[in-house]
């Protein structure tokens, strides 16, 4: 059996593992997009580093793009093998992905109009809404602690990571030569406390473990203290200022849990009466998904719902939907909170929001979670004074607050607890992935003060045989 590390190695997005077992069979872990390096992105996105036709199956520990993203461009491409995820994965997917070929289409149109001004051919998207939506018929979804069979010698089981809805740890039972191998990738592990999702699960023993490190050199905050900040900031932005609060934030996971926040802070009398605007399609698709999985929400949060049983809704919020109306926000002139998609500031509407309000002083920018370091996001939380967006450069003179505690991944204590599930011992070989180099290297001497061994960042390409 081989393993070869084709995203999310020393960096963040773009996860795939591909796992070749000595049959001939490919499982790739993963199926996302890199995101966030302007053109070098789109050519990286392109060349995958692998024959689409001759992958078996995919296997997705959740469905983020830059875990799930890429899916439609192989199937262009001549994967014709199965997708496999949870049922919630599966349901979420089918509302990220067409949505990401929508945006692939918008950049393409605007990029084919500055092509053709310098006599360049038009290109394609990297695929549509409509290969997206067609993609749907390759997944194949499974519960959570269930033995599932992939194929002859190789067994799945998906544990609850606790980053969203339907995330999952990949545990895999891989059988060659009379010798079972058990293979695990943690796909994207959550906070220890969640105020909306269960936390995450134990997971079995493996022999490989393939761990995420985003925030392996950091310590988030109590989640509880984030609800405190979230109500400093507001009270600041819209009661003192008077201004407008924009907050990027990723469609899945982040805004239920703005909202659920600022539902708790309305109901308890924490803030005044603000006005509310959920700027994204995608987030009100997402929130309406989340409502139907209540069987991966957490003890408190069913609670709360015997009293409240809409925790994303209250008085004073609207779910905006047609551009219109979204374009109409510009000229709200009284105190408002407006979230938007997407979260690294890279793409959606949000960029329309940021272009309207950054350079007013009276309004405030709140980041809540991870940013890769090239994308505007990076450049706004770490205090650039003038950014691009859209070609055009806008000077930086709204507040730019940041609530690291928000974020969906766990920190590195959170991290390492989650796998004191194992026994270092029988880990034979441990690989790093989804993180920043300098990030990892601080990560693995954690690791390695807990007892693990054997501990691999490896680099884009790098090929290992197990």
């Known amino acids: 059996m081989k393993i070869q590390f084709l995203g999310a190695a020393r960096e963040v997005t773009g996860s795939k593992h591909l796992i070749t077992l000595d049959n001939g069979k490919t499982i790739l872990l993963d199926c996302g997009l890199f995101q966030g390096k302007g053109e070098e992105t789109e ?74 001004k310098q006599g360049l051919p038009p290109v394609e998207p990297l695929y549509t809404h409509r290969d997206a939506e067609k993609s749907m018929q390759y997944f194949i979804s499974i519960p959570y602690n269930k033995e599932f069979y992939v194929d002859e010698g190789v067994k799945l089981t998906y544990t609850d990571a606790g980053h969203i809805l339907g995330s999952a740890v990949v545990n895999l039972k891989i059988k060659e030569n009379n010798k079972i191998t058990r293979l695990c990738f943690t796909g994207d592990i959550g906070r220890a406390y969640n105020k909306i999702l269960r936390s995450p699960q134990a997971f079995p023993q493996a022999d490989i473990l393939i761990a995420e490190s985003t925030y392996g050199d950091r310590l988030h905050s109590n989640i509880d203290v984030a609800e405190k900040e979230l109500k400093l900031v507001v009270l600041e932005a819209c009661i003192k ?100 998609a997407s979260g690294m500031m890279e793409a959606g509407r949000v960029k329309h929001h940021l272009a309207n309000s950054i350079s007013d002083k009276k309004n405030t920018v709140l980041v809540v979670g ?73 990560y693995r001497d954690k690791l390695i003060k807990e007892g693990f061994t054997n501990i691999e960042i490896p680099e884009k390409g790098k090929e290992f045989v197990l």
Request: hydrophobic share 35%.
């Open 241 to 340: 200022k008077k201004g407008k609060l924009i907050i990027p934030s990723f469609s899945v996971g982040r805004t239920q849990e703005l909202l659920y926040t600022l539902n708790r802070l309305s109901n308890n009398g924490s803030i005044p009466y603000v006005k509310v605007f959920v700027d994204s399609p995608l987030s009100v698709n997402a929130t309406n998904i989340m409502k139907l999985h209540t069987e991966c929400f957490n003890d408190e949060i069913l609670e709360f719902m015997r009293t409240d049983p809409d925790p994303f809704g209250f008085n004073g919020l609207r779910y905006i939907q047609t551009e219109e109306d979204s374009k109409s926000l510009n000229n709200i002139k009284e105190p408002c909170i407006i979230i938007s």
């Open 43 to 116: 050519n990286m996105n392109r060349n995958p580093g692998y024959n689409p036709a001759n992958i078996d199956y995919i296997i997705l520990s959740h469905a983020h793009i830059d875990h799930s993203g890429a899916i439609p461009y192989i199937i262009n491409n001549g994967f014709k093998g199965s997708i496999i995820s949870t049922h919630a994965t599966r349901e979420l997917c089918a509302i990220l992905l067409p949505d990401s070929g929508r945006i692939h289409e918008n950049d393409t149109k605007t990029n084919n109009k500055k092509r053709a």
């Open 370 to 442: 991870y940013c890769s370091p090239t994308t505007l996001g990076a450049r706004i939380k770490r205090g650039d004074k003038e950014v691009s967006i859209y070609g055009v450069k806008h000077e930086v003179n709204a507040d730019i607050k940041i609530i690291e505690s928000f974020s969906a991944h766990g920190d590195y204590m959170e991290m390492i607890n989650f796998l004191k599930y194992q026994d270092p011992k029988q880990v034979q070989q441990l690989f790093l992935v989804h993180g920043e180099y300098e990030t990892q290297l601080t």
